[in-house]
């Protein structure tokens, strides 16, 4: 065990964790949307989880420094806090909300965060931008929502661990196109194997990922 | 290891055979013509010069040896021949610009009559009495060539030339030293990742060292993509075993004992030629087992990259040799800790690597002489835009930039303005008149806002938007974005959307304030060296050229006329000529007619803005002006006869 102190408030944590783990385990809540506990390395792509340490110039995501005995740390700087707001905004505007329609349990994932960083739902002063790529794709026996999906990769790692490096899931296309997409190799039956994982489905936080029946009843 | 002579006789006897093989070509004493036929050189006709000079020679039975050599990195003079002649007495005579037509002049001239042909001349190689050497002229006396010393004067494809160059023997040298002496050597001699970022060689060579792993990786990274640079590239094409060379003292220097050569696929000749290299090299057992006699072996491989120009950023460029997608990482665990297949990997810059066999061979306090203090030895940009001598050029460190654009490159043709100067490419910044005395080094140009980058430079003259220059590079990384973040995936996007509006007249006032935050916000919150400087181009054109953005958003104006929705083209009545007809059949879309008095107008509506008419009005009446904002041009009626036929007849049919 270790002793690191947060926003002024000294805990003890397990050795080994990154610090958005450390402090998501003792109820300070840090945004994030990437992060996933058994990653051996850290994706750090959604930008959200930034904190400030003392000793370095800059913050820095959370998910990518392991804590240390007597680490200090802030999750609430004003500079914490713009950079927070700034991705989250980018990522909105990426991400129409239909709240009506859209399947997620509410509030959802992007809703917590919004709420913790006191901004609503908006993008503004951004633009809403609107993606060059389908409305939905059939992934066979799951539909995929590209305009909902913010490219947190979780789908992809988990669908990596679960086939042994060989993930179904991936990214395709590039920038600001790219969006998830699914491969199998031709003649390969992955309906049955796939269906009793849905691990993909099960972590998206936007439900990007849908099954085909579960889409229906919403329908 | 111990000291061991072998090595060094190995390598003698290597260099020994190689110098005979020449001598005794030189010792027929037939002219040898040297042709550029690197690919810029190829791409200024150099393909058809040299079947041009192998027909002439043919027809008429003249006996000469033609060898393709690399490039010279004068491009403005592409393509380039060198004609030694040695019963002539005239020394070896370097020729610019040579098309076909002018190189059977020539050949027929000199060989033939003996006559150089001096219309043609650029200069003489070497210092005589006959003939003004090339070193009067700034662009060579000026430069200082430490990578590219030997380039477009040997053949790239024949490793004697490199060995009768002493090529190799710093490999011989270090083969007999210690690993950590040469790991001494290259910290000592300060050299710096010439790849953009600047990162001590010697201290990444020791991490390596130091990791004791089963095996060891060095990768060259060529993977060169900025637009406007093409440094890498020439030197792989013009002198593939500098870089060789340099690989296996690093690869042996840390304990490698696989290397990587990551060019792009997008560079076929580059690729061709570092394969051959490295064939030619294994045959000379300078590759391979037991390299020159002793215990080190290694295999190097060319691996080529698909041309994504985040691979570029050495993460990437790993995933996508391990066959995934070419996402950068977070770092650390940085490469020299854990890299290509979890083996210590150190990637080095096609011009670091080429750096080191000449710091073996001189020493570090040499390559210290030259340069600055924090930055030693040379730099090599691509220069181009409007400069009168674009092309390569290295110089030492510490030059500064007036110097480089004005002394060595002659300066802005057609007796414009200097506005400034885009360095380090689309993760660089442009700066104005006021940093031309600014010394070109790693810091002082970070310090300024730009960056060294990889080496493009591109001159801009007053006719140059900076809004706009800012909304190309931004167009750039925005496409070259993986997409894996969310800075650089969305925030560039938006940042491009702003610019895109600007240009075409519809910024609003708080735009300049959302482009300034959210560009620092990308600088800061981004994962990789691409996301942290795609803002750079916004950055410094918001802080050096406020004016023309605040022009853009406020007045709708483009100062320097580029922005296409921001001008209008009109006749000036008073100078056009009554029944001139120049501009009308230059007008792709009729939208030029004849006014009641017999002159020229245009028609705004249809005008496409493309200036053609600009260019075929005859310079004595010099009619066409150009204004922005657009309001600026009278609107002069178009008489009811005078409406277009629209050119549609038959394009049905």
């Known amino acids: 065990m270790v002793q690191i102190i947060v926003n002024g408030k000294s805990i003890e944590v397990e050795e080994g964790q990154t610090v958005l783990e450390a402090c998501l385990s003792n109820g300070i809540f840090i945004p994030n949307l990437c992060f996933l506990k058994d990653r051996e390395h850290p994706h750090a792509s959604c930008r959200l989880c930034f904190v400030e340490i003392e000793g370095r110039p800059a913050p820095v995501p ?32 990426g991400h129409p909300c239909h709240a009506k329609t859209c399947p997620t349990e509410k509030p959802c994932t992007l809703m917590k965060i919004a709420k913790h960083l006191g901004v609503g ?99 | 290891m111990a000291k061991d002579t072998k090595i060094i006789e190995t390598y003698e006897k290597l260099r020994g055979a190689a110098r005979k093989r020449l001598e005794a070509e030189r010792a027929e004493g037939i002219p040898s013509i040297r042709i550029t036929m690197s690919t810029c050189a190829r791409a200024a006709g150099a393909e058809e010069t040299k079947k041009a000079i192998e027909d002439v020679l043919e027809a008429q039975g003249l006996n000469a040896r033609i060898i393709s050599v690399g490039c010279l990195g004068h491009c403005y003079a592409e393509p380039l021949l060198i004609i030694d002649h040695p019963t002539t007495g005239f020394p070896p005579i370097c020729y610019y610009n040579v098309d076909a037509n002018k190189a059977k002049l020539i050949c027929r001239s000199y060989l033939e009559d003996g006559d150089p042909a001096f219309e043609y001349v650029l200069g003489a190689m070497e210092e005589n009495d006959l003939i003004p050497p090339v070193t009067t002229f700034p662009r060579f006396s000026m430069e200082q060539r430490v990578v590219m010393e030997l380039c ?73 993509g900025d637009p406007g640079a093409y440094m890498d590239r020439t030197i792989i094409e013009s002198n593939p075993h500098q870089l060789l060379e340099g690989l296996i003292i690093c690869a042996y220097a840390v304990g490698a004992d696989e290397a990587l050569v990551y060019v792009r696929a997008e560079y076929p000749l580059a690729v061709r030629t570092i394969q051959h290299a490295i064939e030619e090299a294994r045959e000379y057992g300078l590759l ?67 750096s080191v066999p000449p710091i073996i061979r001189r020493g570090a306090d040499w390559f210290r002489s030259i340069g600055t203090e924090g930055s030693p030895g040379t730099a090599i940009f ?55 005395d600014t010394p070109i080094d790693f810091d002082s140009l970070t310090q300024a806002g730009a960056m060294m980058g990889s080496g493009g430079m591109v001159i801009m003259d007053e006719d140059s938007c900076m809004v706009d220059v800012a909304r190309y590079f931004l167009e750039f990384t925005q496409k070259e974005s993986c997409g894996k973040c969310t800075f650089c995936r969305i925030g560039t996007k938006h940042l491009l959307n702003i610019l895109n509006r600007i240009t075409k007249g519809e910024g609003r006032e708080e735009d300049l304030e959302t482009l300034r935050q959210l560009a620092e916000d990308i600088k800061k919150g981004s994962l990789c060296g691409l996301g ?59 939208a030029i007619f004849t006014t009641k008095g017999r002159k020229k107008a245009i028609d705004q509506s249809l005008c496409v803005k493309c200036g053609e008419c600009m260019t075929s009005c005859p310079p004595e009446y010099d009619a066409v002006v150009k204004v922005s904002p657009p309001e600026l041009a009278p609107i002069i009626e178009r008489p009811p006869d005078q409406q277009p036929k629209r050119a549609m007849d038959g394009a049905d049919s």
């Open chain 1, 62 to 93: 959370s998910c990518t420094v392991n804590v240390e005995d007597g680490m200090v740390i802030r999750t609430d700087t004003p500079e914490v806090k713009r950079l927070q707001k700034s991705a989250f905004k980018l990522i909105m505007s």
């Open chain 2, 152 to 224: 477009g004067l040997i053949d790239p494809w024949n490793i004697d030339h490199y060995l009768d160059k002493d090529g190799y023997s710093a490999l011989a040298s270090a083969l007999q030293m210690e690993r950590e002496e040469i790991i001494e050597i290259v910290t000592k001699s300060g050299l710096r990742g010439r790849g953009g970022a600047g990162f001590p060689t010697g201290k990444k060579w020791k991490f390596a060292f130091e990791k004791s792993a089963d095996g060891k990786v060095v990768i060259c990274n060529a993977d060169e």
């Open chain 2, 382 to 436: 691509s220069v181009v835009g409007n400069v009168k001598h674009p092309g390569l050029v290295e110089i030492a460190m510490g030059t500064t930039l007036r110097t480089l654009i004005f002394d060595i490159c002659g300066g802005i043709p057609g007796k414009k303005k200097f506005k400034a100067v885009q360095i380090g490419g689309p993760s660089g910044g442009c700066l104005p008149e006021q940093f031309l």
């Open chain 2, 288 to 354: 391979g087992e037991n390299i020159l006699g002793s215990d080190f072996s290694l295999s190097v491989r060319v691996f080529q990259g698909s041309g994504a120009f985040v691979c570029g950023e050495e993460t990437a460029l790993i995933q996508s040799v391990e066959g995934r997608r070419g996402m950068p990482q977070h770092r650390p665990p940085y490469p020299v800790e854990k890299g290509l297949w979890g083996k210590p990997t150190v990637v080095n810059n096609v011009k670091t690597l080429s």
């Open chain 2, 532 to 590: 942290k400087t795609a803002p750079n181009p916004v950055l410094t054109s918001l802080r050096y050229f406020m004016d023309e953005y605040e022009a853009h958003v406020k007045e709708k104006r483009c100062p320097a006329l580029k922005c296409r929705d921001l001008i209008a083209y009109y006749i000036d009545l008073e100078k056009c000529a009554r029944g001139c007809e120049a501009c009308v059949g230059s007008c792709p879309v009729e």
């Open chain 1, 121 to 219: 739902l908006s993008p503004k002063p951004l633009e809403k931008l609107e993606r060059d790529i389908p409305e939905v794709v059939d992934f066979g026996f799951m539909f995929y929502f590209p305009y909902r999906c913010v490219l947190c990769g979780r789908c992809v790692h988990v669908c990596r661990t679960q086939n042994e490096g060989k993930p179904l899931l991936t990214f395709a296309r590039r920038g600001f196109d790219t969006m998830v997409a699914f491969f199998s190799d031709p003649g390969e039956n992955v309906e049955a194997k796939c269906r009793s994982c849905l691990a993909c489905i099960n972590i998206c936080p936007t439900a990007a990922l849908v099954l085909k029946a579960d889409e229906r009843k919403t329908a």
